[in-house]
């Protein structure tokens, strides 16, 4: 057998010995207290080196005897599982690192099956770092011995869900046959949801009504019923594996600590998003991009909710609209009204007080009227400032100062405006700054124009550009199919209102860059790297003689992190994403015009398909150029307000927004279909949804 039968005492599964995980590893003792405990537990021994016990019966006789006794005279097969002391723990389950032999029938199968597990022990320790080896050769290893059952329904079943960090929650997979079918990834099962009382969210897939449920209400009942019994044993939820026999009766196979468990937020948590800004603030911005531009986009968007009687004031004093998550801007869902209420009623019902409504619709009738005669105005300041600032080179580092902090000032408004005239005024014609400025780089690359040349006598070109401190970006190259350029006079309210924003934001980067060019800088030598790690306080502060801060040779830049959840919640500052639900079909969003088209997914990277359904999570600017010919646009965030969805509007494309796990559940090369009334995103070509941690586990242990 690999060691001599003498070194191997046996341990019955139902005696207090086998409860000690030091003894029987903790599979056998998990299994040993839920049969003391009276949980449908199969009957079984424990095989474990003699010294780890002083009286169990030890030698070949009592290894005989024990498999001879659960065998039976017919020989009924068994399964030989490893128990380790390393695994099924509360920090690691090390599922799939041992052997497990199944149908092991006849004495020569039983001991090859028990040498097969002893020796994935040592085959485990091999791998460990020669520090972290134990000096036992069968490193804490033990032996489970139990009948096979052929389970006619098996799975695994989470106490809790360990995605959503939820313990109200019951999350089943379940095949037909045993649960090694599911385990080891051949096979996706049916996943349920339940809650704790057993009562059914939802099915994945859906089971077909009228069909064969693969779980009826009695083994549903049954699996709830067990779910809590091995929580009240073990003292928190567990994951466990399960089948049911030919008689309908449940067994237990296996019970462990569910690991991996997510934290969930408070419940009181914002619901933060990046959709209504990323527009805008697409990329990672750095500590003064921070402050110059989503510090200001903050306040004007408050002023709006303000003015709208969007939003309590007190909690506008309080909660900022706009704030940074690893760099990246984030709204509050809630205050700018981008998810429906929480309760059916209040969709139809506001519940705002009956003063602050009629204070807002009075507000709101007046400013209707107002307000493109007062965009027009501000927008006329704006245009007169940046034509009357002289070039940076030419001007006195104060100057600068004041330029780049009549920006912050100025940014301010144009944001609340803008948010209002999307909300009061609607798109007017329908044109797009970004639809402008295509046709415009269309004419200019045929005319064999450079990027400098074209920004130069077209400014309109920077809506193509996200907003940087840093190097300026290239413009794209292909524009595809476009109109013709009618000027920006002829761009709608809101479109005019935005272009002034891009185009305050490039004045105050032109003059940051100007100030790192000069190198000297409050007493000390500061390049742009350095310059954009500052606080717009500290760049004050330094001008005005305070110095620069001690520790700004110690900052490092914020690194290029990926994107935000659609809509997330933050934990110890953390985003945690927000599941979708309610959602109706899973791929159903919000239909943002365009019509009905098919095609096939592409993340706007590599090759482009033949008939391309861009797939992103939010709707960023810079792909205006990819829009001409696409087929269908898919968007896990965002608005059907928003400038691309506009665009997308214009080009005929059909666009879905707010698609939940769109990136994900459909990669490149999925076979899609689009429809921009109803906003329902389907796949064509049959496949299935990737698999959840639920149904995804590794090989069984």
């Known amino acids: 057998m690999g060691i001599e039968a003498d070194q191997l005492a046996v341990v019955p599964l139902d005696t207090e010995r086998a409860k000690d995980s030091a003894v029987t590893g903790a599979k056998a003792a998990h299994l040993a207290r839920a049969a003391v405990a009276g949980l449908p537990v199969l009957p079984g021994f424990v095989l474990v080196p003699a010294e780890r016990t002083g009286s169990a019966p030890a030698g070949d006789e009592a290894l005989r005897r024990a498999w001879r006794e659960l065998a039976g005279e017919d020989g009924r097969p068994l399964v030989v599982r490893s128990s380790s002391t390393h695994e099924d723990t509360e920090e690691s389950s090390m599922a799939g690192r041992f052997a497990s032999v199944l149908d092991v029938r006849g004495w020569e199968e039983f001991t090859a099956a028990v040498r097969t597990v002893l020796d994935s022990a040592r085959r ?3 791998l460990h770092p020669p520090e972290r080896r134990s000096a036992d050769p069968l490193d804490g290893m033990a032996v489970l011995v139990q009948p096979m059952l052929r389970a006619v329904t098996g799975g695994v079943m989470f106490g809790a869900d360990p995605v959503e960090g939820r313990e109200d929650r019951i999350l089943i997979s379940a095949v037909s046959g045993g649960p090694d079918r599911l385990v080891d990834g051949s096979t996706q099962g049916v996943r349920y949801q339940l809650t704790r009382f057993g009562r059914l969210i939802r099915t994945e897939p859906a089971e077909q009504a ?13 699996l709830v019923r067990l779910a809590k019994k091995t929580q009240r044993v073990f003292g928190s939820p567990q994951d466990v594996e ?8 449940l067994w237990l196979f296996q019970a462990r600590p569910i690991t991996a468990m997510a934290v969930r937020p408070p419940r009181d948590a914002r619901l933060l998003g ?9 990329g990672v911005l750095q500590p003064l991009e921070e402050d110059l531009w989503a510090v200001p986009m903050s306040h004007g968007l408050t002023l709006a909710l303000d003015i709208a ?6 909690h506008l004093r309080t909660l900022p609209v706009v704030t940074t998550v690893d760099g990246r801007a984030a709204a509050d869902l809630h205050l700018l009204g981008a998810v429906p209420a929480a309760h059916p009623l209040l969709r139809f019902i506001n519940p705002a007080p009956g003063a602050r409504r009629v204070s807002a619709a009075w507000r709101v009738g007046r400013l209707r009227s107002a307000l493109p005669l007062l965009a027009l105005d501000l927008m006329a300041d704006v245009d007169r400032h940046l034509a009357d600032l002289p070039a940076p080179q030419q001007m006195l580092t104060g100057r600068i100062l004041d330029a780049v902090s009549w920006g912050r000032a100025v940014l301010s408004p144009l944001h609340a405006q803008e948010s209002l005239a999307g909300a009061l005024l609607g798109q007017g014609s329908g044109a797009t700054a970004a639809g402008e400025a295509l046709a415009e780089l269309a004419e200019g690359r045929a005319r064999g124009l450079s990027d400098h040349q074209l920004l130069a006598r077209h400014p309109v070109l920077f809506s193509l550009l996200p907003p940087t401190l840093g190097e300026r970006g290239a413009l794209p190259e292909r524009t595809g199919v476009t109109g013709v350029p009618r000027g920006v006079g002829a761009l709608p309210v809101r479109e005019g209102l935005r272009l002034r924003i891009r185009w305050v934001q490039e004045m105050q980067a032109e003059m940051v860059r100007e100030l790192a060019a000069r190198r000297c800088f409050g007493g000390g030598v500061v390049g742009l790297p350095r310059l954009v790690l500052l606080r717009w306080e500290e760049l004050n502060r ?22 935000l959840p659609a809509a997330f919640r933050l934990v110890d500052g953390r985003p945690v994403a927000e599941l979708a639900a309610g959602r109706g079909r899973a791929g159903e969003g919000q239909g943002a015009g365009g019509g009905f088209g098919a095609g096939t997914a592409w993340d706007g990277h590599g090759d482009r398909p033949e008939h391309p359904v861009l797939v992103v999570r939010a709707l960023d600017p810079a792909l205006a150029p990819l829009l001409p010919g696409l087929a269908g646009l898919v968007a896990e965030t965002g608005s059907v307000l928003s400038h691309l969805a506009v665009l997308a509007r214009e080009y005929r494309v059909p666009t879905a927004v707010g698609v939940p796990g769109a990136v994900d559940r459909f990669p490149p090369g999925t076979a899609l279909s689009v429809d921009g009334g109803s906003g329902v995103v389907e796949r064509t070509d049959g496949g299935a949804p990737p698999r959840t941690p639920a149904s995804g586990k590794g090989a069984a242990a």
Do not use: K, W, Y
């Open 309 to 314: 009687g969007a939003a309590p004031r007190r």
């Open 242 to 249: 399960f089948g049911f026999d030919a008689d309908g009766r």
């Open 542 to 563: 330094a001008a005005d003689g305070g110095g620069l801060p001690s520790d700004l040779a110690e900052r490092v830049p914020r690194p290029d992190s990926p994107a």
């Open 124 to 126: 485990v320790q091999v």
């Open 210 to 222: 009228g069909s064969a449920r693969l779980l009826g209400r009695r083994e549903i009942t049954g």
């Open 274 to 282: 990046p959709g209504p800004v990323a527009e805008t603030l697409p």
